[in-house]
């Protein structure tokens, strides 16, 4: 069972940058894909970043593409995200997500990509 947990959350101020950790037991980035989501509130949950397992090419969505950074450290079987130049509109839980399976990757932006999911940590933009 992969178990993952969110950490880093917290305020920051428009423009501001802001890292996210995902700590990741259970399983190895050799075997699962992983992927960030944010919601908020009152909005269905939004794909941010993936990372396809094994070969680590990384996905964004068009609104975070060049501003947010998904990484991986094997050694530490962490995935981070590292947000820059942040706006109001990305207050949000973001959630780290896991998944066994090989996707094609047109398929890592859709939440049913992952089985295993984080408790989320509250990003929240505000001066």
């Known amino acids: 069972q992969v178990q993952l947990v969110e950490s880093g959350g917290g305020w920051v101020q428009p423009g501001g940058s802001l890292r996210l950790s995902c700590a990741v037991s259970g399983g190895t980035f050799s075997t699962h894909s992983m992927a960030w989501f944010r919601q908020a509130a009152g909005k269905e949950r939004e794909f941010v970043g993936a990372?396809?397992?094994?070969?680590?090419?990384?996905h964004y969505s068009d609104s975070v593409k060049g501003r947010f950074t998904v990484s991986r450290d094997k050694d530490k079987n962490t995935m981070y995200l590292q947000m820059n130049y942040l706006k109001p509109e990305e207050t949000a839980v973001y959630y780290c997500?896991?998944?066994?399976?090989?996707?094609?990757?047109?398929?890592?932006?859709?939440?049913?990509?992952?089985?295993?999911w984080g408790q989320g940590t509250l990003v929240t933009v505000s001066s």
């Open positions: 997500a896991a998944g066994s399976g090989n996707p094609i990757s047109s398929r890592l932006k859709y939440a049913s990509t992952y089985e295993f």
């Open positions: 990372v396809r397992r094994s070969v680590g090419t990384t």
